[in-house]
Each structure stands twice: as C-alpha cells, then as structure tokens.
C-alpha cells in the first residue's frame, strides 16, 4: 500500500502557473505507474497525465503542451507542472499509483483558475 499525499494547489489567474506536488510513503514508486487526475465540478474523475516505472509519460489532449508530469523516485515524489493555465483546469486534482496489486489515492488538492 501507498500513502500518497497532494499538496500545490491555490487559486491563480488565467495563463497563470502552478506545480503540484506528491509525496508517497510506504513503499517505494520506482515499479509504479504514478498519475495525476482531476475532478472537476459536476464531472467525472479524468487522467491528466501518468508516468510509467518505464519512464513513459502519456497527457490527455486538453493539457499537452502545458503540464509536465515528472518524477523523483529517489525521493518518491511525483510533481504536475502546470503552465499557461485556464478556468477548464479548474478541479480537485488527485495523485495515483498503480500496478497490478495496488490502486491508491491520495485525498486532492484544489486546483483554482480565476481572474
């Protein structure tokens, strides 16, 4: 099991930027496929980007271009840097690791695009 723990979040204006952080405990994240999702108000939960224990990173089309999905297995972190934002990013924003065994979530981090 992960313990995963989001933090970054605020409220920022339009264009503006943000980088999300993700700390895990409990096992190490080298073999885990680690992702960002978010929810947004009235949505469905949605994949914003994920990185593979390979290293392959994969976005949904809204966001290529501006975030970076990056990860510290060393330090078991995984980081969202998020650029040119918009008021559609607006949500909850969760971090996920996963393999076969394992699916765990951390509790969010509200993301605010805003002027």
């Known amino acids: 099991q992960v313990q995963l723990v989001e933090s970054g979040g605020g409220l920022v204006e339009p264009g503006g930027s943000l980088r999300l952080s993700c700390a895990a405990s409990?096992?190490?994240?080298?073999?885990?496929?680690m992702s960002w999702y978010r929810r947004a108000p009235g949505k469905q939960r949605e994949l914003v980007a994920a990185t593979t224990s390979g290293g392959r990173t994969n976005y949904d089309d809204s966001v290529k271009g501006r975030f970076t999905i990056s990860r510290d297995n060393a330090k078991k972190m995984v980081y969202l840097q998020m650029n040119s934002l918009k008021p559609e990013d607006t949500a909850v924003y969760y971090c996920?690791?996963?393999?076969?065994?394992?699916?765990?979530w951390g509790q969010g981090t509200q993301v605010t695009v805003s002027s």
């Open positions: 996920n690791a996963r393999n076969s065994v394992i699916n765990d």
């Open positions: 409990g096992s190490f994240i080298s073999f885990l496929t």
